[in-house]
């Protein structure tokens, strides 16, 4: 990942991601919450700050003798990231820094799931993206469905109509930078991990609404991977809602977006209803939108129960296409919260993140940055 440098330690990646995350911060600082001596420092930060990955953030600390005091951060300009999210209908892109500031964006629709014509757009958007003279360290792309970044196929993604696709790999000799899969929720949980609401926490959960229900995970600083957050069909109540599945009484015949605007349509007999209108339906006291979002809220605020019940995180981040659903139904989701967790539990904090589709595509870039720094 670092040419000038050479293969990582263990230290040094420990080193750069604690500054990278929470720098600026001074030597004795990082010393501090690594356990290292101040030589082992030393001989860790050497080589970056040679090659221009660390710099000395001149003015920030105080004046002292001896050993600088000046605070150290990285030099988020030295590498540069594409962050992909694709859904049934768009495809959404952004170019980041290291510190996952997006410096472009741009997004297409997508007339086909056909492969040859989503490989070709995404060849389009990363040229878009690319800098003359500041090529791209790594493309990072998400989806909803079974996708890791320790495997280039996308094993399955119902809205996209994929199975066992090779798409990291037909991506990667498309574009001849190394690219990284990963599954949406996951990766929108990363950025949140190192640049969002979780900066801080070593445990917190993100629950997801919109068309589906999803969960990612992190504990003990560890971003949880393989098929996990499968959340979507916890059962709520066995005389609830179909689910287009067949399940009755599971969160997502509950609480997705689909659900919520079908079941309110249908029994107003008013088939020309958004989910937006529904909500306005509900927040101006309509009685049928009033209970099924109360019931909507009460199905999220369940799962979110069980999630910190089974995982004890400090922080539950609620975000998703479909979040803005909780201005809505927040009393009955904070109600259901309250009443499913554990009595003997410490109430968890939960903060709402406003959601955009750029966001899910940082989170593809922060991906690719996490899989280059923390495995090779």
């Not at 029994?267 to 109360?294: M, N």
Request: charged share 20%; aromatic share 6%; with cysteine.
């Amino acid at each position: 990942m670092f040419p000038q440098i050479g293969r990582l330690t263990d230290a040094m990646r420990s080193v750069f991601v604690e500054l990278l995350v929470h720098g600026p911060l001074s030597r004795a600082e990082v010393a501090r919450r690594l356990s290292l001596s101040p030589s082992a420092l030393t001989k860790v930060t050497r080589p970056f700050i040679e090659a221009g990955y660390l710099l000395e953030a001149a003015g920030e600390g105080p004046a002292t003798v001896g050993r600088p005091s000046q605070p150290l951060r990285v030099d988020a300009s030295r590498m540069s990231f594409a962050g992909i999210k694709l859904t049934a209908d768009d495809l959404f892109a952004v170019r980041t820094d290291l510190g996952a500031r997006v410096e472009r964006e741009t997004s297409r629709p997508l007339a086909s799931h056909d492969i040859g014509h989503v490989l070709g757009q995404i060849v389009e958007v990363v040229e878009e993206l690319t800098v003359p003279g500041r090529p791209l360290s790594a493309v990072g792309i998400s989806l909803a469905g079974t996708a890791t970044p320790s495997d280039p196929v996308v094993h399955t993604s119902p809205f996209l109509g994929w199975s066992r696709l090779p798409l990291g790999r037909l991506v990667e000799e498309a574009v001849s930078v190394p690219t990284v899969l990963d599954n949406d929720v996951r990766a929108l949980t990363a950025v949140q991990q190192w640049f969002g609401e979780g900066v801080g926490h070593s445990s917190f959960a993100l629950l997801t609404v919109g068309a589906g229900i999803g969960c990612g995970l992190v504990i003990d600083d560890r971003l949880v991977s393989g098929r996990s957050g499968l959340v979507g069909h916890l059962r709520i109540d066995d005389r609830g809602p179909m689910c287009e599945r067949g399940h009755r009484g599971c969160a997502r015949a509950y609480a997705s977006s689909p659900s919520i605007r079908r079941s309110i349509a249908s029994t107003l007999e008013r088939p020309e209803l958004t989910f937006d209108d529904c909500l306005t339906l509900a927040a101006d006291g309509d009685p049928v939108a009033r209970r099924v979002l109360d019931e909507a809220g009460a199905a999220l605020g369940q799962v979110a129960a069980t999630v910190a019940n089974l995982t004890a995180p400090e922080l539950i981040v609620l975000s998703g296409e479909s979040v803005h659903m909780y201005d809505v139904c927040a009393p009955a989701f904070d109600a259901a919260l309250a009443h499913h967790t554990h009595w003997t539990a410490t109430p968890v904090r939960v903060a709402v993140k406003p959601f955009t589709f750029n966001e899910w595509a940082r989170g593809a870039a922060v991906t690719a940055l996490q899989h280059l720094l923390l495995n090779r």
